[in-house]
């Protein structure tokens, strides 16, 4: 008789590691639930309950246990800037971010004109995703529609929360990745219409950046967020000086580059800002004021000699910024969030900043939630939220085998020790698997 007869119900068992707060800002060790021997409940892929094994194994006892033992998991990466043109582009030798935009970036993204071959990269992109532990993304794609619609296609075909949008480029760039303000605004109609809210697929409005936008086509986004304002906003801020100084002589009457954004409306609640090293005190102010996010993108900024962005000038009492990890592919050099966490790492380190390894986790897990506005979907085990998770081995190489010597650690200074050794000695070989909306999406 009862209505749930067609829910899954599924029951997974092993160490879950989540965390109920922000490290930043409370004792650290009070921020994380650890449960040694937990039994998470899910229906209909929402987390029904997680507890004890021993609390839940007689509530539960007719449904069968998927067990992973000795295995740590935690929920599913989020990843807040990543292009997924650039795939194949990983690992291009160049000097710096413009020369590398038209050395390699701009001739690949010509490619996604045709959608068999958008399809072909989207589809093993969300795969090399799930590989790596990433459940969430937040994505770029190219100017063409077509590009964005074999994405979300791809994107829904997985079940993923995944988080794009059209890319808008009026200028600075070559004619067949161009497109008008007017096009450009019309195309990303379309797709909002089409996409936004579709499942778990959400639209990001898009410019690339103010270099690559005319003030006509940045007004025009700007009317977009005012249609739609549930949209996201997606773009990239004060990565090179280079960069910086070609913007401000683009936008002279612009205080800075901030400000040529916050000019059109796109600095609100749900922008979310690429790389800001070079952001003066008052950039930093107005982001926090306005509630936008940082992504920080630490492989990308060594790989393109961009420079050493500062998560605790970020992380502030006073004013403080969201901020998420991205890896930021192709100038990014690993889909592994372990690998963004090690440079994330020795980026702090160089500053005389510790970036610790809950500091780390959170970033990759709730703080990427609360970056993209979406911790009441995902980002924890809270009960409610979407099963996204992932099964971690922390000892699948010889080399963590020996530094991880303890059997299954009890206590929490313990698994805050294991944690580090994952970051600094961990890479997708760790993930053994990865669950998407309750459902095994990858296995090794
Ligand atoms: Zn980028």
Not at 35 to 49: A, K, P, T, Y
Not at 162 to 182: E, F, H, S, V
Not at 254 to 265: M, P
């Amino acid at each position: 008789m009862s209505q749930n007869t067609d829910i899954k119900i599924s029951a997974i068992r092993g160490s879950f590691l989540d965390f109920i707060s922000d490290p930043f800002y409370y004792p650290e060790l009070e921020t994380v639930r650890y449960i040694n021997d937990g039994l998470m409940i899910v229906s209909g892929g929402i987390i029904q309950e997680l507890d004890t094994y021993d609390k839940l194994k007689y509530k539960y006892s007719e449904i069968p246990v998927t067990s992973y033992p000795g295995m740590l998991i935690l929920p599913g990466f989020i990843d807040i800037h990543i292009h997924y043109p650039q795939t194949e582009i990983i690992a291009s030798s160049s000097t710096q971010l413009l020369e590398w935009l038209d050395k390699y970036t701009f001739p690949v993204e010509g490619k996604f004109h045709d959608k068999n071959y958008a399809q072909k990269i989207a589809s093993f992109f969300l795969d090399q995703l799930l590989q790596n532990g990433t459940t969430t993304a937040l994505v770029l794609t190219t100017i063409y529609p077509q590009s964005v619609d074999a994405l979300f296609e791809e994107a829904e075909l997985r079940n993923m929360r995944i988080i794009a949008g059209k890319m808008l480029m009026d200028r600075n760039a070559p004619d067949y990745l161009q497109d008008t303000p007017k096009t450009g605004y019309q195309d990303s109609k379309s797709l909002i219409k089409k996409w936004h809210r579709k499942g778990r697929l959400l639209y990001a409005i898009t410019p690339r950046f103010a270099i690559t936008s005319t003030s006509e086509q940045l007004y025009l986004a700007g009317i977009l967020k005012q249609e739609f304002p549930d949209v996201y906003v997606h773009t990239h801020l004060s990565e090179q000086q280079s960069e910086i100084e070609k913007v401000a002589q683009l936008f002279p009457n612009s205080r800075d580059y901030l400000d040529v954004y916050e000019k059109f409306g796109l600095v609100t609640s749900k922008s979310i800002f690429a790389h800001c090293i070079y952001l003066q005190d008052s950039e930093f102010d107005r982001l926090s004021q306005a509630g936008s996010t940082i992504a920080f993108c630490p492989t990308s900024n060594l790989f393109l000699g961009s420079g050493l962005f500062s998560i605790n000038k970020a992380k502030s009492q006073n004013n403080p910024v969201k901020v998420g990890l991205a890896t930021d592919v192709g100038g990014g050099t690993s889909f592994s969030i372990f690998k963004t966490m090690n440079d994330a790492y020795k980026i702090s380190q160089l500053q005389g900043q510790n970036l610790s390894s809950l500091k780390a986790f959170y970033l990759a897990t709730l703080g990427g939630a609360i970056s993209l506005s979406l911790e009441d979907k995902v980002g924890n085990f809270e009960v409610g939220k979407e099963a996204d998770f992932v099964v971690i081995d922390t000892r699948v190489t010889p080399l963590l085998k020996l530094r991880n010597a303890r059997n299954n650690p009890n206590s929490l200074t313990d698994i805050v020790d294991e944690l580090f050794t994952l970051i600094i000695l961990g890479n997708e070989r760790a993930v053994k698997a990865t669950y998407v909306g309750g459902n095994l999406a990858y296995e090794i």
